[in-house]
């Protein structure tokens, strides 16, 4: 179905309706009809589409299975409608729906996104210029059009209201009777239904706007009451290895954004988005996995010892992770974040947010670079004071849909590239030349944290570990951006870089046979191996660890 076709479609329809002659009064449920028979029609063009392209509409089977799924749509929107259509508070809490559908099935036709828990977790997670980003004309068109006209009309109208007691009976009177049809049609075609949710048990999660009601529903109802954070062990120390190094331990942690494995040229990409760390020294490990397809999850996950197996948003929020145990150990942890946050996984470590350094050499009006994070990076070592000691850089990486804005100007080597955040607007080329530019950019930056490494090899044994947190979709299958469901994921936002840069003297220290390492770069590996390596490297022995998921481990004499 034509997306502008539909658009000017429902515009007609709208001004003719904020035009027309409207009736003195209309009973809640005409509105509650009306405004459900709305949503179905003009708000659930991805639905449809995805519907349309599953069913087989050639049998007369198919068409009457479609039809049916309309109406039962329909019939469901009709309850939730009548639920909140009440004396007093009809008027704003529709205008709120329909604006917030609105927005929610631009976000659905332009980037294919369904709507699920976490993705609200991670919209009440974000901040406003991560929010900012996503703004453009096409989604104030789709609010103006499928929000703001019908509010208009919502509020020209005199909604007729019963008594209360006469207005719950008939409430109770046709909500009940649109259950039982919407179970009738249901049982109907149960064997068509079985199979069409068992095929693709995501396209619930597209029937706008009560995919968002549950989506957020269920945030809310997993958020729980506030929790006690519990130590995951009482005996963190520095073995006696870690404590016999004549010299101490640096490590620079990185922790990317949005960038896919396969985009990278050390991972045999056919273009060279990695020239600078194809010059140094690294071991990168090319059969990685994430533990979510977003930042919401992947970054509390992979600093947890849940693994991605165990992991839950509310087992990571009630337990300590990585960070407090390397601390426990008696090693200073500092985090700087050129993202939205730490999301959680740095709350008992020092933190700093470099965006607010709005230093003009490395921020535009929009942003920063982020080169920022190494911004006076000496005075930050200096001022820890511990003997080992930890960085963490929370890149802003490849971050979308706007991947233009993420690198200075001098990085666009892919050319033409995508200037919108409307990526349905430009070629699959543009998308993807823009992209592979922020790469192409964080190859420089991760390039610059290893020299700035190799500057305090003198006083330190130095490491380095790159691991970014999810792909990215770049229009496979008409998919953008991340976020999708991990079972439905496509690889491309699954499969992720991680890799390691040790300094001479740090592989000699610690008897790292760098040939073993080398022979064991295509295993597979996941972000659950992220906590027990780190520990493994900063030679801490804790009850926590797992020496099986160290990936170095098996390449130490020891
Ligand atoms: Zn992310």
Redesign the pocket.
């Known amino acids: 179905m034509n997306l502008e076709f539909s658009l000017k479609k429902l515009a007609l329809f709208s001004s003719a309706a904020t035009n027309a002659h409207l009736p003195e009064k209309i009973g809640s449920v005409g509105l509650s009809l009306s405004i459900s028979f709305l949503l179905v029609a003009f708000y659930n063009l991805a639905f449809f589409n995805a519907a349309i392209a599953i069913i087989d509409l050639s049998s007369i089977r198919g068409v009457f299975f479609l039809l049916n799924i309309a109406l039962v749509l329909w019939l469901l929107n009709f309850i939730f409608i009548s639920l909140i259509t009440l004396p007093y508070l009809a008027k704003p809490l529709l205008a709120f729906l329909l604006i917030v559908a609105g927005s929610t099935a631009y976000f659905m036709d332009a980037y294919g996104v369904v709507i699920h828990r976490l993705m609200i977790q991670n919209a009440m997670e974000t901040d406003f210029s991560e929010t900012k980003n996503l703004i453009n004309a096409k989604l104030i068109l789709y609010i103006a059009v499928l929000g703001v006209i019908p509010t208009l009309t919502i509020f020209r109208l005199n909604i007729d209201f019963l008594g209360l007691k006469q207005e719950l009976v008939r409430k109770l009177k046709f909500t009940g009777a649109a259950l039982i049809s919407s179970v009738l049609l249901i049982l109907c075609m149960s064997a068509d239904y079985a199979s069409f949710f068992r095929n693709h048990k995501n396209i619930r999660q597209m029937a706008n706007p009560l995919n968002v009601v549950y989506a957020t529903a269920s945030f809310f109802s997993n958020r729980g009451n506030a929790t006690v954070v519990a130590p995951i062990e009482h005996d963190a120390a520095i073995n006696a290895l870690g404590k016999s190094l004549s010299k101490p331990t640096l490590l620079v942690l990185v922790v990317g954004?949005?960038a896919r494995a396969d985009h990278f040229s050390t991972n045999g990409y056919s273009r060279q988005t990695n020239p600078l760390l194809a010059r140094q020294s690294i071991i990168n490990f090319s059969n990685v996995t994430s533990c979510g397809t977003?930042?919401a999850v992947?970054?509390p996950c992979m600093f947890s010892a849940l693994g991605r197996a165990g992991y839950s948003d509310s087992k990571a929020k009630a337990q300590e992770g990585l960070l407090d145990v390397i601390k426990h150990a008696g090693i200073d942890v500092l985090w700087r974040d050129n993202?939205s946050s730490c999301k959680g996984t740095c709350n008992r470590v020092d933190y700093e947010d470099v965006q607010h350094l709005a230093l003009p050499d490395h921020c535009t009006d929009v942003e920063c670079f982020d080169e920022i994070l190494l911004h006076d990076l000496d005075k930050k070592l200096a001022a820890m004071s511990s003997r080992d000691k930890v960085i963490v850089l929370h890149q802003k990486?490849s971050?979308g849909p706007d991947y233009a804005d993420r690198y200075p100007k001098g990085f666009a080597t892919f050319t033409p590239v995508c200037n919108t955040n409307q990526l349905h607007n430009c070629s699959k080329e543009e998308v993807i030349n823009a992209y592979d530019n922020t790469i192409h950019y964080t190859d420089y930056f991760l390039n610059s944290a290893i020299e700035w490494l190799k500057q305090q090899s003198p006083q330190y044994n130095t490491a380095f570990i790159y691991l970014s947190?999810?792909g990215e979709s770049l229009g496979e299958n008409g998919l953008y951006l991340?976020g999708m469901p991990y079972r439905f994921a496509p690889k491309e936002q699954k499969h992720v870089p991680f890799l390691f840069w040790f300094s001479e003297g740090f592989t000699r220290a610690n008897a790292i046979d760098s040939q073993c390492l080398q022979r064991s770069t295509t295993k597979a590996y996941s972000h659950d191996n992220l906590f027990h390596t780190t520990l493994g490297l900063l030679n801490i022995s804790t009850n926590v660890y797992r020496d099986n998921l160290d990936m170095v481990k098996p390449c130490r004499a020891l």
Request: hydrophobic share 10%.
């Open positions: 954004e949005t977003e930042t992947s970054v993202n990486g971050h947190d999810h991340h």
